[in-house]
């Protein structure tokens, strides 16, 4: 199969395979550059790109501290009063998702001091 190439085709094969080389180093030097935008310094720490899964977390966002929706949901009870304040209401004002706030009661609610249930999907702080 090679044995049958006419010498000006094997030519023309160098030519781009050169062509090839010269445009994948350039990607490389791209790739560098795009990770040295990133992060600053570390260019010499990865020397090839890495890429996240789809899945990963996204930029930009942080994870809360623990034990920051508790202070939260007891802040916003303390400030509902007696009358409580049903969980739609804390979704919006805390702009936590209503399910998040459904399981925190479920779970970590029951064991709160203070926290009571008052009526459907409504909490009171008790003090």
Known sequence: MLLDISSATLRKMVKLS???????????E???QMIALQE?????SRPSVHF????????GK??????????????ALRAAGARG????????KLKVKPA????????TGRKTKGVKKIGPAKYQLKT
């Open 18 to 28: 050169e062509r090839k080389e010269a445009l994948m180093s350039q990607i490389q």
């Open 40 to 44: 600053p310094g570390s260019v010499e």
């Open 62 to 75: 942080f994870r809360t501290q623990r034990g920051a929706l508790k202070e939260k949901i007891v802040g």
């Open 30 to 32: 791209l790739d560098r």
């Open 100 to 107: 998040n706030l459904y399981v925190w009661f479920n779970g």
């Open 85 to 92: 304040m049903t969980i739609r209401e804390m979704s919006a």
């Open 52 to 59: 996240q899964r789809a899945g990963g977390m996204k930029t």
